[in-house]
């Protein structure tokens, strides 16, 4: 960093990031099982049935369904571990300024 840069962080700012993260990805697990929920179907009797075309659209559909479904629980994972990191962070640089703070006015002590 430059001599004449400043940087500042706002440890509860960014703590509360990572509470928006939790209700994001509140949102897409909830949404994944409403996908799930709403394709669900029972493979001894599907609804596109068993004959020549209905085999076929299973061989199309079900791979990438699949697929989807996976990765629609990745992403909410991926959403709530960033909420993780992010509070994580907070805390981080709230620790870092009040061990700061406390060597500015001694208060602090070394480590």
Do not use: C
């Not at 001599?3 to 897409?28: N, R």
């Not at 009040?98 to 060597?103: C, F, K, N, S, T």
């Amino acid at each position: 960093m430059a001599d004449d840069a400043v940087f500042a962080a706002d440890p509860a700012g960014i703590k509360s990031g990572g509470g928006i993260m939790d209700q994001i990805s509140k949102l897409i697990h909830d949404g994944t099982g409403r996908y799930a929920d709403d394709t669900a179907f029972d493979p001894q009797n599907p609804p596109w049935g068993g004959d020549t075309y209905g085999k076929q659209f299973a061989q199309n559909y079900l791979p990438v369904h699949t697929q989807l479904l996976a990765a629609y629980v990745a992403f909410g994972n991926a959403v709530l571990a960033a909420g993780l990191l992010t509070r994580a962070a907070g805390d981080g640089f709230a620790t870092a300024q009040e061990g700061a703070l406390g060597r500015i006015t001694g208060t602090g002590r070394r480590r």
